[in-house]
């Protein structure tokens, strides 16, 4: 079916209530990693989304929080001008009902952008009915929402209605992206983050956040093969020796773990290689985050 119709939307929202899941659960398709680690997305994704005669744009945000670092206040950068330019804010929540700091001031940005916004309830699988009435007059009270719809990124529940909520904000137009475009996102971005999200499931602490990955050899073989060399950046030498691990263990865990999602991502073999380097405070150079992408 033709696109006749199109709608930019941009998911917000505070760490891990679950915005990467959704935007993947929405594409149908992994293209942002998910951990239980707040601060896990750190740019802007777009996803993509065809549905009869209209296409959907959904931008993926970092979590709202506090900054600590020059990277933090990029992140938040790349949130706020999220909200903004796009047809409807998706705010997404966490059943709870009590209207939290971050959600009070992502709604004072999106007050002050004029912009139309969806409520998004999500994780309603692990809340009573009874309790997620009381999570929809709370925010009700806090924002007049143009709908509120309750879903699970998790069981796909509510995803649907969600979509045809976000329909009536779309507007006559060409489709901005081809068939078979999931995201914006290039397939080197894609396999970095594969790499950092799997250090971030596998190590402790501070040491995922202190991470950067860059993919310094991208090549194909005539057979299909993909071969990869992969730089782990750390901040401290002590964080470089729990990377790697004892006799190499964790860093050969971590590449295994990536290769493996890689392939899929791919479809075909991978070979990868990984290799530690030590960048103290990148955090806060100007020069390194704009260096790993992460500033325009």
């Excluded at 079916?1 to 990467?20: D, L, Q, Y």
Aim: charged share 30%; proline share 4%.
């Amino acid at each position: 079916m033709e696109i006749i119709k199109t709608g930019m939307f941009t998911i917000a929202g505070r760490p891990n209530v679950g915005k990467s899941t959704l935007i993947n659960a929405l594409v149908g398709e992994k293209i942002a990693i998910v951990s239980d680690k707040p601060q896990t997305t750190r740019t802007r994704i777009l996803g993509v989304v065809n549905r009869g005669d209209t296409q959907f744009v959904f931008a993926d945000t970092p979590g709202f929080h506090k900054p600590r670092s020059r990277l933090g206040d990029y992140m938040m950068k790349v949130v706020r001008e999220s909200v903004a330019d796009v047809d409807a804010v998706i705010l997404a929540v966490e059943p709870t009902d009590r209207v939290g700091t971050p959600e009070e001031l992502l709604l004072e940005r999106i007050r002050e952008s004029g912009l139309p916004a969806v409520l998004a309830i999500n994780k309603i699988d692990t809340v009573k009915k009874t309790d997620l009435l009381k999570v929809i007059e709370a925010y009700r009270k806090a924002y007049s929402f143009a709908a509120v719809v309750p879903i699970s990124a998790r069981t796909g529940d509510g995803l649907e209605e969600l979509l045809e909520e976000l329909r009536s904000f779309t507007a006559d137009g060409p489709q901005l992206f081809p068939d078979g475009m999931t995201s914006d996102q290039p397939e080197k971005q894609i396999v970095a983050e594969i790499v950092r999200e799997k250090l971030l499931l596998c190590l402790d602490r501070e040491v995922p956040h202190g991470t950067a990955v860059e993919v310094t050899r991208f090549s194909e073989r005539e057979t299909g093969i993909i071969d990869l060399e992969v730089t782990i950046y750390c901040e401290k030498a002590s964080h470089k020796g729990i990377i790697i691990g004892k006799n190499g263990a964790m860093l050969r865990t971590v590449g295994t773990m990536a290769r493996e999602e890689i392939e899929k991502f791919m479809g075909t073999k991978v070979f990868l290689e990984t290799w530690v380097k030590v960048k103290e405070n990148w955090r806060d150079s100007q020069a390194q985050i704009r260096n790993f992408g992460y500033e325009a």
